[in-house]
């Protein structure tokens, strides 16, 4: 990596990854001395969405169960256009956050709030997306327990810049977490994949799409009764670089494979045709309330009665395995029967010519 | 649990189809393909197609994307433009495409304007929006993309729009297939065309292809048309007789779409175009024609006019033989190590339709690089 920063390196995929790599390795034993021993906690910080620390000991876990019981995350967001079918930026900043740590096991209970706001930005607008926020906070009891906020001169900005930290409380009797992967977990999909991206593409590429809205949505609610099952493996949303993305990490990850199942993957009509016309595919574009669980296959059936109780899950489906086969890749048997492999993104999405 | 996952149907359905191509290549022998689009190549491998056909037949990925065949001399002006205060608009694939220095990617992150469009007629608002500045549509593609450049380009002359111009690359398919019939070194025995360009150009301009002895198919995107095209094209091969026929679940007229054909004429004349690795092709690009000619980009800014001199910078990149079907991707030495998707050298690489890019996301043997 040389040179100036593309829009690639914020898009999720493997150059993200590279990103993040270059300034973990400035922190090295700075960040949490205390910790910093703890194997658990490193891969953990690499690879998940939330922290599990426990301020009242300065230290980031117990030594028995690999995690405290106080969860944290934190989020920028820069979405463009700030209003999209099914949300606006000032949902998406409360959201985003809260199923950080959803996915993770544990309830969302505060949040911190931070907003970047450029000269000139009509003071009704912003009121209306901190509405729109204070609506999905209060919907999700996740109380505002600190905020700032800053005008920057025009131009320095994009109208509105905001980031959200999310604290709460695991609830999972066991940390959730990718190393806990095995061979033949199932792998559960709350719902069809890209319909936050494919809704941001529509609206930036001037297609009419009617009927394609944002998933975005808070997840605790649909989430949490899969706690009880002692086979969750772990979870994730499939937010920047989409499922695609997750699904290479969790290969990557572990010593397995993945075997993903093309028909069994929930399919969103609109998203379909949006991509169709783009050149996306779904598998890459952003969710905003879709997660993927790991699940022991004995219990799998059940997990996904418990996930499809929830409105936001009613298409909810087993998508594939964690397979001892071609170890750290992720492979698609296709509709036709074929076998391909799923890579993650490269860089930046563009649309492609004809 | 695997008994779940079956999609019935389609999967019993294609294997028949399967067999059949099996069937029809025991009484042909060997055979090698070429799909000339890059659509083509990409839902072979995503499909999973590529990992179903039988022993004995090859498919090559032929010049079919856009992309792929810009030469890095027409990025370097997309650029010059671009550093020159234009305001350049282009469709989301060339952004990435390496020019001699840079692309249109870089030259935006240093603080070039640069924005993707996916139709031409997005430049229209571009330029009314923006009536202190110049601005030129980078205009890319086949005949599926000139009929909407030749579209917005009489919108801008009716409508006496003074800020907009275009940076004309539009090449046609035929005369580089006829170039292709007579590679030395490359053996195929028929090719797969594509729907979408068909559509626009009709058949008419492939019938060079039954005297040069090559069998030849239109196909839609689907796996089941791109099969049912595999079929015909052997038993073509087989029989030594050569029809093209549509296998498309849209109909295909013969003799294309007349309103687009004749949108294209009143705009645009052939010219000599310069095809990445394969050189200069007579008569197979689209320059603007006398009543457009004032629209034309390169005029407008005083740029150099028709093609520059084939590329004289040897760096190792095989994207024109990759492009002529004489080498496959892994058999170019940059492949997977010095030109990734993360670093592509050469546009094969870049584009989301070019071989290398299909090949490096979906092939099996190169997902294994990972392990």
């Not at chain 1, 920028?76 to 999209?84: E, L």
Request: charged share 20%.
């Amino acid at each position: 990596m040389s040179g100036a920063l593309s829009l690639g390196h914020g898009s999720g995929g493997r150059l993200t990854q590279q990103l993040t790599q270059r300034i973990l390795s400035r922190f090295g034993e700075a960040r949490f001395p205390s910790a910093s021993r703890r194997p658990d906690f490193q891969a953990d910080f690499q690879m998940e969405d939330c922290a599990f620390i426990d301020a009242g000991c300065g230290a980031c876990g117990s030594e028995d169960d690999g995690g405290g019981k106080t969860a944290v995350s934190i989020d920028g967001f820069t979405v463009f256009p700030h209003d999209f079918p099914g949300g606006d930026i000032g949902k998406l900043a409360v959201c985003g956050s809260a199923n950080d740590l959803a996915v993770r096991g544990a309830e969302p209970l505060f949040l911190a709030l931070s907003l970047i706001i450029e000269e000139g930005l009509d003071v009704a607008v912003l009121d209306r997306y901190m509405d729109s926020a204070a609506q999905a906070a209060g919907e999700g009891r996740v109380a505002l327990a600190a905020g700032d906020t800053k005008v920057v001169p025009r131009g320095a900005a994009d109208k509105l810049f905001i980031t959200t930290c999310a604290i709460g409380r695991r609830v999972s009797p066991h940390v959730l977490r990718t190393s806990n992967l095995r061979d033949g977990d199932a792998l559960i999909l709350s719902t069809a994949p890209g319909r936050h991206g494919a809704a941001l593409a529509a609206a930036r590429f001037g297609l009419d799409a009617p009927g394609l809205t944002s998933d975005c949505a808070l997840l605790w609610p649909a989430l949490s009764p899969l706690l009880r099952f002692s086979g969750l493996r772990c979870m994730r949303d499939c937010t920047r670089g989409g499922l695609g993305t997750v699904l290479c990490e969790w290969a990557e990850a572990s010593p397995l494979g993945i075997e993903v199942y093309e028909t069994s993957v929930p399919a969103d009509t609109e998203t379909a045709a949006v991509c169709d016309i783009l050149g996306f595919d779904p598998l890459y574009l952003a969710s905003e309330g879709c997660a993927l669980a790991a699940v022991a296959p004995e219990q799998a059936e059940e997990c996904l009665v418990a996930l499809r109780e929830s409105p936001l899950c009613r298409d909810a489906a087993v998508i594939g395995r964690m397979i001892s086969e071609h170890p750290r890749m992720v492979g698609m048997r296709t509709r036709i029967g074929g076998m391909r492999f799923v890579d993650m993104p490269a860089g930046e999405l563009l649309p492609r010519i004809c | 649990m695997s008994g779940r996952f079956t999609s019935g149907g389609a999967e019993a359905a294609f294997e028949a189809m399967r067999r059949e191509l099996e069937e029809a290549l025991r009484l042909s022998g060997p055979l090698t393909f070429m799909e000339v689009c890059g659509t083509h190549t990409v839902s072979i491998f995503r499909s999973g197609l590529r990992s179903l056909l039988p022993r004995g037949l090859s498919l090559l990925s032929g010049p079919g994307c856009p992309v792929c065949v810009t030469d890095r001399s027409e990025i370097d002006r997309a650029i010059e433009l671009a550093e020159k205060g234009c305001l350049v608009l282009t469709y989301g694939d060339m952004m990435r495409v390496p020019g001699t220095s840079g692309s249109l990617l870089e030259a935006r992150g240093r603080g070039a304007d640069v924005e993707v469009a996916t139709s031409a007629i997005q430049a229209l608002p571009a330029a009314r929006e923006n009536p202190d500045r110049d601005v030129v549509f980078l205009a890319v593609g086949f005949e599926t993309t000139a009929p909407a450049t030749a579209a917005m380009l009489r919108q801008v002359r009716s409508g006496g729009i003074r800020n907009l111009s275009v940076l004309c690359l539009h090449k046609t398919v035929p005369p580089v297939m006829r170039v292709l019939c007579s590679v030395p070194g490359l053996k195929v025995d028929g090719f797969l065309l594509p729907g979408n360009v068909t559509v626009v150009a009709g058949e008419g301009g492939y019938a060079f292809l039954a005297e040069a002895g090559k069998a030849a198919a239109v196909a839609g995107f689907e796996p089941e048309e791109i099969m049912a095209a595999l079929v015909d094209l052997v038993r073509q091969a087989a029989a030594g007789s050569y029809r093209i026929r549509a296998y498309r679940t849209r109909d295909v007229p013969r003799e294309g779409n007349t309103t687009a054909l004749r949108l294209m004429a009143e705009v645009f004349e052939p010219c000599d175009a310069l095809w990445r690795g394969l050189g200069l092709i007579p008569g197979s690009g689209l320059r603007l024609g006398k009543d457009y000619a004032r629209f034309d980009a390169l005029g407008k800014f005083g740029l150099k006019s028709g093609a520059g001199p084939a590329e004289a910078r040897d760096d190792g990149c095989q994207c024109g033989k990759i492009l002529s079907g004489l080498l496959t991707p892994p058999e170019c030495g940059l492949y997977g190590r010095a030109c990734t998707p993360l670093n592509p050298a050469g546009p094969c690489m870049v584009s989301s339709e070019g071989t290398c890019g299909a090949w490096y996301r979906f092939n099996r043997q190169e997902a294994e690089r990972w392990q």
